[in-house]
């Protein structure tokens, strides 16, 4: 079956740090791969996809390049803000717009950016 | 952009009574609504899928007795959990999907 394996949080940075968050998948077939987040008292918001190998989502400074070889997604960005402290998640699908009978997701990360 | 909300965000009961948890797609309707549970430092974990005006589709190993799942119409599906126990206890989460998908903030039910 699917699976998704992220790191485990909480992860805390300083603000302008590097982030990486790691995230590997197990599937069958050519799944796409996403990154969700969800900020204190809100739902999960779709951050950014990517439906093929080799393809780069990336939103709001966040970048995430499907890596078949290695069938890994990690999420990075350049320079965290404090306004980018919120639950990552990695989730994936058998079909391409995410149906909700096919997405899996990953156990969530904690991110936590300091001043 | 499209938002859903749930009602109430926090419950606390007593054993054996029964929870009811509302699922609002406030700005669109939506044919499919879905019911997830997190437990804590997991995964989210999809408990069943409902659609309106039809019989909800319950996932493998979820008690559809016990897990009571009415989407009466095009912006509202609830989740009623009856006879609630201790180890019913989570975090439960929705979901409604109009194009795309949308996720609702939650409700932390706690059972003493």
């Known amino acids: 079956g699917n699976s998704v394996t992220q790191m485990e949080g909480p992860v805390t940075l300083s603000e302008e740090a590097f982030l990486t968050i790691n995230c590997t998948y197990t599937?069958?077939?050519?799944?796409?791969l996403f990154w969700y987040v969800q900020y204190p008292g809100e739902g999960l918001q779709l951050l950014l996809k990517?439906?093929?190998?080799?393809d780069k989502g990336s939103n709001k400074g966040f970048e995430a390049t499907y890596r078949k070889e290695t069938t890994s997604f990690h999420l990075e960005k350049g320079s965290v803000q404090v306004s980018d402290s919120a639950v990552y998640f990695c989730?994936?699908?058998?079909?391409?717009?995410?149906?909700?009978?096919?997405?899996?997701f990953g156990s969530g990360t904690q991110l936590t950016v300091l001043p | 952009g499209a938002v859903v909300s749930q009602h109430p965000s926090w419950v606390i009961c007593k054993s054996g009574t029964s929870v009811k948890i509302e699922c609002r797609s406030l700005d669109f309707q939506a044919t499919t609504m879905f019911w997830y549970r997190q437990f804590p430092k997991q995964s989210l974990m999809l408990m069943a899928t409902s659609n309106e005006g039809s019989k909800a589709t319950y996932e493998q190993g979820v008690e559809k007795d016990k897990f009571l799942i009415n989407h009466a119409s095009l912006t509202l599906s609830t989740l009623t959990v009856t006879s609630a126990h201790p180890e019913d206890s989570s975090f439960y989460i929705c979901?409604?999907?109009?194009?795309?998908?949308?996720f609702g903030p939650g409700t932390r039910l706690t059972v003493l």
């Open positions: 979901s409604a999907r109009h194009h795309a998908q949308y």
């Open positions: 990517a439906t093929k190998a080799d």
């Open positions: 989730a994936l699908s058998a079909l391409e717009e995410g149906s909700a009978r096919q997405l899996t």
């Open positions: 599937a069958t077939g050519y799944p796409s």
